[in-house]
């Protein structure tokens, strides 16, 4: 007998197509993503007023961010360090406002 399959292979995804599908992120962009999210939650403390000036600072970086082409692996790392050490000034209880934030 031959599988239901068997008689329709057009039907199965070739196993590029799966493997695409269900692909994860790397590392680094894990940690970038991390590093949003956890920025996003150290301003939830902030002021309605702060807040918002801190998002559309943190949506600003992190587009201006995307313009760094892939291969530039340095230039990423850098600006993720930055962007942890611009998170812990955000985590500081005292911070109302940054004069110019740079997140990856």
Do not use: C
Request: avoid cysteine; charged fraction near 30%.
């Amino acid at each position: 007998t031959q599988s239901t399959w068997g008689a329709y292979p057009y039907i199965l995804p070739s196993m590029s197509f799966v493997a695409n599908l269900f692909r994860k992120h790397s590392p680094l962009q894990q940690e970038i993503l991390k590093l949003y999210r956890d920025l996003f939650r150290a301003i939830r403390v902030k002021e309605p007023q702060e807040r918002a000036a801190f998002k559309t600072m943190i949506r600003q970086s992190f587009r201006e961010g995307m313009q760094v082409p892939r291969k530039d692996i340095l230039k990423i790392e850098f600006l993720l360090r930055k962007g942890k050490k611009d998170l812990d000034l955000l985590k500081m209880e005292g911070t109302t406002r940054v004069s110019s934030l740079t997140f990856s």
